[in-house]
């Protein structure tokens, strides 16, 4: 399935971002990287010692220097992608870095697709599927927590957890299709048990994986926080406050916010995608009215929903909402003015845009709302992104089949077997290895079939 390293391509692109800067990067993977770094280079890159970095000018087709940089060389598999590589650091500039490019295309490289580089280091058992994930994690972390997440990946632990329960569950399929193979070699009735106990160990190895589900999806996307509450409370004020500059347009006129807007900001860690709506009241005209069926839509998407209200005024009924899932914080704005009395009961976050006043309060009850706590993330912490969480549900419900099948004194070990089969395969495929060789590995190795 893998491609020999032989029958690979030599692959070319620019691996700075295409813009002028100090210096760029273009870079090279696959069997002829040498030899086609030595024709730009005149023979300089055969010469070069891998791990060393030397000075070489890059020519083109008709022999004109194009550009002069560092050159270093790499020899598989002691590379990124675990083959032979050259790099060529070169000036900045847009047309000089294409020209370098054009250079090695024209020497027998070919363009690379999207994720070449990271995919060929995957095929070379460089890096597994999780960790080709965690490299694009990383570069595209938008807060320190996002980050650290991110390199938790890349360093392996998901993938290795996941290998892990896999391996276990490789063990118990061995067990138990040997038993199926060979009825005839009475296995000791404590066998079942001790089968259920591993499977059940892997399907809480599997659920606890499931759930960093959400904290995975708010390092990557974001929490979508809705900002929503009556006209005129204060709504694009706390927008505004939070973000730390004037946004969103206030005024005292009632239905200001017309249209939706978005911003980013970093709680302590915590992406929130914040959402300004125009407040919800009886529309005065269509254009404010199509603003509150987009707040609605708005609220029905939202994680985490920041109600505001004015803590001056007496206190409104409370107001209707689509079905949601998100969490919601109510928050007492204008507390400057003073808390009318009909508030006393109301569990809120006291908050005053107009003092500066609540920030720390809200920030709290934001982290504890969506149970967010930074000092959960150390090294090993995993937070598993979207293709991981679909792979683990297809587990579960496997391992969960295959657990009832077993309860039932092991009478239909060959449908069991199926369902782990399954599982196995799910589980395999987080770390992008799913292959059944192993398996049959593992019953020679430990049932010595041969005797
Ligand atoms: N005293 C006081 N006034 C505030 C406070 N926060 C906002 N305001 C004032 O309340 C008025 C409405 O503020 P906005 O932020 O525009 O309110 P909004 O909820 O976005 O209003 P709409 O977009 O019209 O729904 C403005 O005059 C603000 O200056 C506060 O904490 N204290
Ligand atoms: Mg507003």
Same mark, same amino acid.
């Given at each position: 399935m893998h491609p020999t390293q032989e029958a690979r391509t030599t692959i070319a692109a620019? *691996?700075? &971002?295409m813009g002028t800067g100090a210096i760029s990067l273009i870079r090279l993977s696959g069997p002829d990287s040498i030899p086609i770094a030595d024709r730009v280079t005149r023979g300089k890159a055969s010469a070069q010692l891998p791990g060393t970095l030397r000075h070489c000018k890059v020519y083109n087709l008709d022999g004109h220097a194009v550009d002069d940089g560092l050159l270093s060389v790499f020899r598989a598999p002691r590379s990124f992608t675990g083959e032979d590589g050259i790099e060529f650091t070169g000036h900045g500039g847009m047309l000089v870095t294409k020209s370098v490019l054009d250079a090695f295309l024209s020497a027998g490289a070919v363009s690379a697709g999207p994720g070449e580089f990271t995919q060929r280091a995957f095929l070379s058992g460089k890096l597994d599927l999780t960790q080709a994930e965690g490299v694009m994690d990383l570069i595209s972390a938008q807060t320190q927590l996002a980050l650290r997440a991110a390199r938790s990946q890349l360093e392996g632990h998901l993938g290795r957890r996941t290998t892990e329960a896999r391996d276990q569950l490789l063990e118990s399929l061995a067990h138990l299709e040997a038993w199926i193979d060979f009825p005839e070699e009475d296995i000791d009735p404590q066998t079942g048990a001790l089968l259920r106990s591993h499977v059940a160990a892997v399907l809480s190895t599997v659920n606890s994986l499931l759930a960093t589900a959400d904290q995975g999806r708010v390092l990557r996307e974001g929490v979508r926080t809705v900002i929503f509450g $009556? &006209?005129?409370?204060?709504k694009s004020s706390l927008l505004n406050r939070l973000l730390g500059f004037e946004r969103a347009i206030v005024s @005292?006129?009632?239905? +200001? +916010?017309?249209d939706t807007i978005e911003e980013t900001i970093n709680l302590h860690g915590l992406p929130l995608r914040l959402v300004d709506t125009a407040g919800v009241r $009886? *529309?005065?005209d269509r254009i404010e009215a199509e603003g509150i069926q987009r707040t609605v839509r708005q609220i029905e998407h939202a994680d985490l929903l920041l109600e505001v209200a004015d803590a001056s005024q007496p206190r409104p009924p409370a107001a209707v909402l689509p079905a949601t899932r998100a969490h919601r914080i109510l928050i007492l704005n204008k507390t400057d003015l003073g808390e009318h &009395? !009909?508030? !006393?009961?109301a569990e809120a976050v006291r908050f005053s845009c107009l003092a500066g006043d609540g920030f720390e309060s809200l920030s709290e009850a934001i982290r504890t709302a969506l149970q967010f706590n930074e000092m959960d993330w150390g090294e090993q912490a995993v937070a598993i992104n979207s293709r991981h969480q679909a792979s683990l549900q297809n587990a579960r419900t496997h391992l969960t089949a295959a657990l009832e099948l077993l309860e039932d004194?092991? *009478? @239909?070990p060959e449908l069991a077997a199926i369902d782990l089969r399954e599982a196995l395969d799910a589980l395999g495929e987080i770390p992008g290895r799913v292959d059944t060789e192993d398996l049959l590995d593992v019953i020679f190795s430990r049932f010595c079939i041969g005797k």
């Open positions: 620019i *691996a700075s &971002p $009556e &006209p005129n409370v204060g @005292d006129v009632a239905g +200001t +916010t017309r $009886e *529309a005065g &009395p !009909s508030w !006393s009961t004194s092991l *009478a @239909d």
